[in-house]
């Protein structure tokens, strides 16, 4: 009886030992959480990243939770700590604006990993990896497809804040247009908010008046820029997401971020033991960045063949962005 | 001779301003009635944004926008009732039954659009107006005659409700219970009744606001007003209370934002300062509001609950 005893006993600390490892290598779900600045249906920056989070779901079991529309970053920040108090295992602040909060709040929970973007900072922090997109590579191949179409020999761009993935996509957007065509007019608005619909609207009336035939803008707010460019029936090239739904006869294309790309390197480190310390990127190459042409747009095939040469020249290494301010 | 290309960038800066200053515009001047009468609602923004998203899913199911805007000044309605019944009969504080008011209108407006909608659908727009001959004129056509009708709607209202503080005795009676409630209720006048009545039109007002914004705009998102009932009460300060001062502030926020936009457009601004500029509109308000609130008095029973006999 006693042998029985010692041996069940035994049974049972090995199983109490063995089963979370074995239920990590069976998939036990991974408990992710996503703080994001906009509604996660934007059409834009937030839904990008839920959109790569999901797609991992397809294959690998996730809890995920998100809070999003978080334009204030006390909030988010209070969200993210939340989080990790919660023991959530990964925890991705998804804005340039959270940079600050992360770095006062990863260290204190040092078995969270946390992951932000875009940047290229990691702030020296074991837990904490960045990501980014090469954002400019898609604003490239759209700024030479625009300044191909333009008929005025102008192009606009309304941006947020001259930051983040924002500034590389204007700047990539303006030197690919200035390769295609160094006489034209690439304009650029930044209006200061990444959340001002209506400014945005009347900055896209701005370049119109001003003689632009093609529009491109990055960020949440651009919505009112696409609605005013399809008043007029200015062509419009979308980025972070398919923006085609939002104006089916003037989205000529977009560039639309891969992030699950970045969230499985990411993943697949945590279960290596690795909770940060990373970079990581999306770009072309790695089809992080892909261009999804809107099939309803009747674009010039010559225009199209040109857009497609310069995403395999951009692959290849034989074109450069130029990701400088121009 | 001044350059067409210059001239066609004024007009279009001035009718950008005109279209910028339109949600401000009518959202102070409902914030304005209310002042008047004594009643301070910061909770305008969220008034809009419930009115705005009242307004584009009616658009979205119907395809018209005048029902569009009938629905919010009718979810105005329901929210002016909602807020007189906390402050008037609850008594309750203004400025944080306000923010409370804000802070509903900002996660219903966003709730709702989350469970209704989903991910941002166009929507029909206004169109603009043609006026024969005056919209064709040179100049002044683009800048003044080829708005929306919600444009038209606002800036009508600004002699229709001066008319009605002035020469009504609606308007008196609010202009009284906004400076001395007892005397006004030693004269028969029910200050909770006309209290009340300015609430609602102001919050219907506020709806409308949003509504305009809605539909000028053709899409619904999280937050749309970015904020803008917050100016617009600063509006009413600037505009000293009076319908056409208010108009004068809205028109000064929002040609300054145009100004901003098109020097941006053309460089004139440097990038680098790009961030800087955009803050001007809220720079010139606040440095006007210094100078005003110096100069005029604002209604003496302003936030003050009134309690007969007390």
Redesign the interface.
């Known amino acids: 009886m006693r042998k029985l005893r010692l041996c069940l006993s035994a049974l049972l600390v090995a199983a109490m030992v063995i089963a979370p490892a074995t239920l990590m290598a069976a998939g036990k779900a991974l408990r992710v959480a996503i703080i994001a600045p906009?509604?996660q249906?934007?059409?834009a920056f937030t839904?990008s990243i839920v959109d790569g989070i999901k797609a991992i779901q397809k294959e690998r079991e996730i809890e995920l939770a998100i809070t999003?529309?978080t334009?204030i970053v006390e909030d988010a920040a209070a969200a993210i700590r939340d989080y990790a108090k919660k023991g959530f295992d990964l925890v991705i602040a998804h804005g340039s604006q959270y940079g600050g909060s992360l770095k006062e709040i990863a260290p204190d929970f040092p078995e969270t990993a946390f992951a932000w973007g875009t940047s290229a900072d990691t702030f020296g922090l074991a837990n904490v990896s960045s990501y980014e997109a090469a954002s400019d590579e898609g604003g490239y191949v759209m700024g030479v497809m625009a300044a191909a179409m333009s008929k005025k020999g102008g192009v606009?761009v309304i941006g947020p804040?001259?930051v983040g993935d924002a500034k590389l996509y204007v700047n990539g957007f303006v030197n690919g247009a200035k390769a295609q065509n160094p006489k034209i007019r690439a304009?650029?608005?930044?209006?200061?908010?990444f959340?001002?619909?209506?400014?945005a609207?009347?900055?896209a009336?701005?370049?119109m008046?001003?003689g632009a035939d093609v529009l491109t803008g990055t960020a949440?707010m651009v919505?009112?820029a696409?609605?005013a460019a399809?008043?007029k029936r200015v062509p419009w090239f979308g980025t972070q997401a398919n923006q085609t739904?939002?104006?089916p006869e003037i989205v000529v294309a977009s560039q639309v971020y891969k992030w699950e790309v970045v969230l499985k390197q990411i993943i697949a480190d945590m279960d290596k033991g690795v909770k940060g310390g990373k970079k990581y990127g999306i770009n072309l190459a790695n089809e992080g960045i892909v261009i999804e042409f809107n099939d309803g747009y009747k674009l010039d095939p010559a225009v199209k063949e040109l857009g497609m040469k310069t995403i395999a020249g951009i692959k290849d290494g034989s074109i450069k962005t130029g990701n400088a301010?121009p | 001779m001044v350059d067409s290309f210059a001239v066609?960038?004024i007009v279009?800066?001035i009718a950008?301003g005109i279209?910028?200053a339109t949600?401000f515009l009518l959202a102070s001047l409902g914030e304005a009635l209310g002042q008047r009468s004594g009643v301070l609602n910061l909770g305008v923004d969220g008034v809009m944004l419930i009115g705005a998203f009242g307004a584009y899913y009616t658009v979205l199911q119907t395809n018209n926008p005048y029902l569009g805007l009938l629905v919010g000044i009718g979810v105005g309605v329901i929210m002016g009732v909602f807020y007189g019944f906390i402050t008037l009969y609850l008594q309750a504080e203004q400025g944080v039954s306000g923010i409370g008011i804000y802070l509903f209108g900002l996660g219903m407006s966003?709730l709702l659009?989350?469970k209704f909608v989903?991910?941002?659908?166009?929507i029909l727009?206004f169109m603009p107006l043609h006026f024969p001959v005056l919209s064709d004129l040179p100049v002044v056509g683009e800048m003044l005659f080829q708005h929306s009708i919600i444009v038209y709607i606002a800036f009508g209202l600004v002699p229709v409700m001066g008319f009605i503080l002035k020469h009504t005795t609606y308007g008196l009676n609010i202009r009284a219970i906004g400076e001395n409630p007892e005397a006004a209720d030693s004269l028969g006048v029910s200050v909770t009744a006309t209290r009340y009545s300015a609430i609602i039109i102001g919050n219907s007002l506020a709806g409308l606001a949003g509504a305009a914004?809605a539909i000028?705009?053709?899409?619904f998102?999280?937050?749309?007003t970015?904020a803008?009932g917050f100016i617009a009460i600063a509006l009413v300060y600037f505009g000293a209370w009076s319908p056409k001062g208010v108009m004068i502030g809205s028109l000064v926020f929002g040609l300054v934002?145009?100004i901003v936009?098109?020097c941006?457009?053309?460089?004139v601004i440097p990038?680098s300062a790009?961030?800087l500029?955009?803050?001007a509109p809220a720079i010139i308000t606040i440095l006007a509001l210094v100078v005003v609130a110096k100069r005029f008095k604002q209604p003496s029973a302003l936030t003050k609950p009134y309690v007969r006999g007390s």
Do not use: C, W
Not at chain 1, 187 to 193: A, C, E, F, L, P
Not at chain 2, 221 to 224: A, G, K, T, V, Y
Not at chain 2, 264 to 267: I, S
């Open positions: 906009s509604a249906n934007d059409l839904q999003d529309g334009f606009g804040i001259e304009k650029v608005n930044y209006i200061g908010s959340s001002d619909v209506a400014l609207a009347e900055a009336k701005a370049h008046a001003a949440q919505v009112g696409i609605g399809r008043a739904s939002l104006a301010t | 066609l960038i279009s800066t950008s279209r910028l949600p966003d659009f989350q989903g991910t941002p659908r166009p727009p914004l000028e705009l053709g899409i998102q999280q937050n749309l970015n803008m934002q145009a936009l098109q941006k457009t053309f460089g990038r790009s961030d500029a955009a803050m």
